[in-house]
């Protein structure tokens, strides 16, 4: 059994705070280079053939891009932290379940139910079993009824003579 402690699933997380101080920060600049945006493309519109309108308004441009290229990381990042999160959390959920059939298969071998929930719990657990291999049997039989069907049918259509 692999074991995972608390520092390995925290390892290499970057904290929401980091990703909220990021975000705000993209926020405040954004009033800001809009307006910019608005009156240099106005100005660049109005008056084309000045040199210093046409070069306030390329940078402009240029610091919008740079906002929406930053904007794509930060969201790019809290994905790519959130899939790793989750692989490790299905992990800790698959060993959590294995740990779980552990300690079922051993109770079972000392017989030992201690409390009316535990007893519960074991009943629950069993019922789920049974559940599913009853559920699992109920659809192959269902599909082997469709290819007898089927099977029983094209012959039925193509008589040998």
Known sequence: MTIIDDE???ENFKTPGIFKEKLQ????????ILADFKKYYVFFN???EYPEY???FENIKSNMIKLGSDLFM???DVQSSTNELNKKL???NVLIKEEKERNHELKVSLGIVEHKNNAATELISDYKNIYSEEYLRNWALFISILI????ISKIN????S
């Open 90 to 92: 299905f992990a800790l």
């Open 54 to 56: 046409q070069t306030s």
């Open 148 to 151: 007898i069907g089927t099977s």
């Open 25 to 32: 920060t993209l926020n405040q600049q954004l009033p800001a």
């Open 46 to 48: 109005k008056n084309p």
């Open 157 to 160: 259509k193509n008589p040998i």
């Open 74 to 76: 930060l969201s790019n």
């Open 8 to 10: 390995d699933i925290t």
